[in-house]
């Protein structure tokens, strides 16, 4: 049974989507305060976080950003009543996996939250079989989900450990932004490319010695990104 929080200040949408996560057999936990929500997500491990932005006490993008801050890696479908761009941009570098705009239709709402557990469960399937890769002084393993750079253990988001993981397993091979995001995120976000940018940024700062000059992400001009295959790499 998958367990889900659902933090919703919007009653009509609160019940409708309680019926319909209810019949998808989750264990339903609901909050419509912002700061309570939060508290909620902090102590428990939730398969899903359904989260409106909109939020009394403490905003939805707020509570994202300070989860992700917390090493809280549940999955986070963020619901919206705004369409501007800026705040899906921001909701997904802020560590939404997905969101939906309001008003959205109840099917593509099943859709999207199916959609997140079968990723999930595609990657524990994958991790059961997951190598590990030492570059230098830089160790991925994926079983873990770890990454340490010589004795110091680095905490990566689930998007920038999956970044890192899949450049790291075919260095030289660049990746243009938009197949980052397909890749990645699950399925097309056209027009997102910034995403990427902020979650390669990100990266890089945790990962490399030396900004100006990155060892191990390295730039394709034109075209996106590449794991340098200059490097010494070692997989088991």
């Not at 909050?31 to 009394?56: E, N, Q, R, S």
């Not at 945790?206 to 200059?230: A, C, M, Q």
Request: aromatic share 8%; glycine share 6%; charged share 30%.
């Amino acid at each position: 049974m998958k367990r889900v929080l659902l933090i919703e200040d919007d009653l009509h949408i609160k019940e409708l989507l309680e019926i319909h996560l209810k019949d998808l057999g989750c264990e339903l936990t609901m909050a419509m305060d912002g700061v309570v929500g939060y508290t909620l997500a902090m102590k428990g491990a939730f398969d899903l976080i359904i989260l409106d932005i909109m939020l009394p006490n403490k905003d939805g993008l707020e509570i994202c950003r300070d989860l992700r801050a917390h090493q809280i890696y549940s999955p986070i479908l963020m619901l919206t009543a705004k369409s501007e761009e800026i705040d899906k941009i921001m909701g997904l570098e802020n560590g939404a996996d997905d969101y939906l705009t309001k008003p959205f239709s109840v099917r593509e709402f099943i859709a999207r939250v199916k959609a997140i557990f079968r990723r999930v469960e595609m990657s524990k399937d994958k991790e059961e079989d997951a190598g590990k890769i030492q570059v230098a002084d830089l160790y991925i393993d994926r079983s873990k989900r770890s990454v340490t750079c010589g004795e110091e253990r680095i905490e990566l988001t689930p998007k920038e450990f999956d970044l890192l993981y899949l450049m790291a397993s075919n260095p030289g091979k660049s990746y243009s932004r938009n197949r980052l995001l397909s890749i990645i995120w699950g399925y097309e976000f056209e027009g997102y490319e910034h995403t990427v940018n902020s979650h390669i940024n990100r990266l890089r700062a945790k990962v490399e010695k030396d900004l100006s000059h990155p060892e191990y992400i390295l730039t394709t001009w034109g075209v996106g990104y590449r794991f340098n295959d200059d490097l010494t790499i070692s997989k088991n």
